[in-house]
């Protein structure tokens, strides 16, 4: 190549300045096509600004049906913001009243119009339109007052615009309204026909794009609510190992020799960080499994209780034109909660990445070294108000909004899928874009199906189930600590140990107003004990599929029913058969606890009259016993009896569990 110039940029800094953004790496662009190149660079993202967009459709007046039956209407109207489209229940009037509420999710500046369109439920499958009503951009309000006693703004009465007929009715006769795709025309002005509403933005809730056990932001959607931040979490991704490849390419044969053309896997990775409304992608390093970036990024945290989340990717756009590119991979993720970082501290490890792969295989896909520090502002640490930051514990982490006037539970779910839609279609559109796959990937519901087009409701997993079972077995694991201490405590295993603990039993039962500070003074203990083995790194990710057959891991793939056909017959019933064991021992458990409670109702209940009778002996000499005897010596009591050595016991179960045991249930008279 002969002529040609180049040009340079130069500056004093790191790499978390923003110049270093537009920065290109030098063997990044070989053999790649221009859109290949811009897939290949760092960018920094940012999501838009979500809002929630309420509409109260309240009554409607004065419609006029069309055709020959405009004396009775089934109305019923639609909310349609972009995709987002609800609608209310029909009503066989001219003057319905619904009196409904919808939440609908916008992303600011607002520019998408909202249309309420009132229609005819005419038959199944077929629905006239009656009036539409079009707010355009900057025609509702935002509404940002974050106090318990707001009033919403007072609903008004809208005109409907009704359609205009092919054939020039008024739509009395059996014309076709021009906003039907059958006909021409447009939408005429009618003041007959109204509306009542209530529309504005609500500013003072935080709309959720991911999960709050795993949220990476909390501040509400007004600037003016927002608090100011309270600290800097630095990242950087600096590389990575033992990636495996997910495509297979096809090259020519090197240094110009023969054999023909050769197949080769190959790792394109590149990373994507999440924090806020922050999104960062590190550059991609084509053709290596052991990566290199280096590269350094910042996020400004308002509430250290969150969690930032790095994934990595196989880059699929530089393997062919960007409209024949298929998805990138994904090669894992890491979340990272920033409470769990001392302030200062810059804390380097590797962290293992796992995959589930079509087919049931869960696939280790190496490591990734990531280096996070999270450093508190100077106003806030190390000087006296430092308070502050503990101060931030004791406060809601959702916005007051959220507990003045909750969410529907049953609408929280659909709420967020729409705002990581919203998310989704607004990174898409940046130059270069962040890919769909990737934001789905980064925000998806642990509990949700990996396709982020399949149903919430399909979504199963029995590793998800075990990993669940796991987790409330390590918190009981402390209780079961206790009861095993208890019995070797009650069966004498060390003397001492139950000699001591029978005396200071005595002596809290005598002195009751030690048992509290007894009990926090312990509390004290175990956390100063416990200092000794903190951890010293954030929590690896794990995926509890030790034991879980690679036919169940496969299910969390299987966004189809059995009956549509992606699923073969064998695999069908073999989840069958395992779905039996499982409510089988889920009966068995409810079996046992019914037992227990049938029998506890026997007591009283006169079904055993000799049973009954013995517990009505027992409680009534019971009741003399504690009114006549002071509490402290009952207790006391008690306790000598039931730290007895083993020489004063009887070997077998006690009497009163054979007693309880001999009560009736309703097993005999099951069918």
């Not at 039907?180 to 007959?192: M, P």
């Not at 960062?280 to 250290?304: G, H, K, L, M, Y």
Request: glycine content about 8%; overall charge positive; proline content about 8%.
């Amino acid at each position: 190549m002969g002529g040609g110039e180049i040009m340079l940029a130069a500056w004093k800094g790191s790499q978390t300045d923003e110049a270093f953004a537009g920065a290109l790496h030098a063997g990044a662009h070989h053999g790649l096509s221009p859109a290949g190149v811009i897939a290949t660079q760092t960018k920094t993202y940012y999501a838009p600004r979500l809002c929630y967009l309420r509409c109260h459709v309240i009554a409607a007046r004065d419609l006029v049906g069309s055709g020959r039956s405009s004396s009775m209407v089934n109305a019923f109207a639609t909310v349609q913001l972009g995709a987002q489209v609800w609608r209310t229940r029909a009503l066989p009037s001219l003057g319905p009243t619904w009196d409904q509420d919808f939440w609908l999710v916008a992303a600011w500046p607002f520019e998408e119009p909202l249309v309420v369109t009132v229609l005819d439920d005419v038959a199944p499958g077929r629905h006239e339109a009656l009036g539409r009503l079009v707010f355009p951009k900057g025609a509702v309000k935002t509404q940002q007052f974050d106090k318990k006693k707001f009033a919403p703004p007072p609903s008004a009465w809208f005109d409907l615009e009704r359609p205009r007929y092919s054939d020039g009715d008024d739509g009395d006769g059996d014309g076709r309204y021009a906003g039907d795709s059958r006909g021409g025309g447009g939408w005429r002005h009618e003041f007959r026909s109204k509306i009542q509403l209530r529309v504005y933005y609500d500013a003072a809730y935080h709309v959720l794009d991911e999960l709050a056990a795993y949220a990476s932001d909390f501040q509400p959607s007004a600037r003016a609510l927002r608090s100011p931040p309270v600290g800097v979490l630095e990242l950087a991704v600096l590389r990575a190992s033992g990636l495996p490849s997910s495509t297979t390419t096809t090259k020519p044969p090197t240094n110009g020799g023969g054999g023909g053309r050769r197949r080769s896997t190959t790792v394109n990775a590149y990373c994507v960080a999440k924090y806020g409304q922050k999104w960062v992608r590190t550059r991609t390093v084509p053709d290596t499994a052991s990566p290199i970036w280096q590269e350094q990024f910042t996020f400004d945290v308002f509430d250290p209780c969150t969690v930032l989340t790095v994934a990595v990717f196989d880059n699929h756009q530089l393997l062919a034109d960007a409209a024949g590119a298929a998805a990138d991979a994904p090669l894992g993720k890491v979340r990272i909660r920033v409470s769990t970082l001392a302030p200062g501290r810059t804390y380097e490890h590797p962290y293992a990445l796992f995959v589930l792969r079509p087919g049931g295989l869960l696939q280790r896909c190496g490591e990734l070294h990531l280096a996070v520090r999270f450093t508190p502002t100077s106003s806030s640490w190390p000087s006296a108000a430092a308070g502050k930051m503990m101060a931030m514990y004791l406060r809601p982490q959702l916005p007051n909004q959220h507990f003045a006037r909750p969410i529907p539970p049953h609408l929280a779910p659909v709420l967020r899928r729409r705002a990581v839609d919203v998310v989704v279609a607004r990174l898409s559109r940046a130059e270069p874009p962040l890919r769909p796959e990737a934001v789905h990937y980064l925000l998806r519901d642990p509990a949700a199906h990996p396709n982020p087009a399949a149903p919430e409701q399909k979504a199963y997993s029995k590793r998800r189930s075990l990993a669940a079972c796991a987790r409330l077995r390590d918190v009981l694991a402390p209780a079961a600590a206790f009861a095993h201490w208890y019995v070797g405590v009650r069966d004498w295993d060390r003397p001492a140990v139950t000699a001591l603990v029978l005396l200071l039993f005595l002596t809290l039962t005598w002195n009751p107003r030690a048992i509290l500070p007894t009990f926090f003074l312990y509390l004290f203990g175990v956390g100063a004990w416990n200092f000794r083995r903190r951890p010293t790194r954030p929590a690896q990710m794990e995926h509890h599929a030790d034991g879980v057959d690679a036919i169940m891991l496969g299910e969390e793939l299987d966004a189809g029913w059995p009956a549509s056909g992606t699923t073969p017959p064998d695999v069908v019933e073999w989840r069958y058969r395992q779905l039996r064991g499982t409510a089988t021992k889920v009966q068995m458990l409810v079996v046992h606890a019914a037992g227990i409670g049938e029998r506890v109702h026997a007591l009283l209940s006169w079904r055993d009259r000799r049973a009954t009778l013995v517990v009505l002996v027992a409680v009534a000499a019971l009741a003399v016993v504690f009114y006549a005897v002071p509490f402290r010596a009952v207790v006391a009591v008690a306790g000598v009896y039931e730290l007895r050595p083993p020489v004063m016991r009887r070997k077998g179960p006690s009497p009163l569990f054979n007693f309880f045991r001999r009560l009736p249930t309703n097993a005999d008279v099951m069918l």
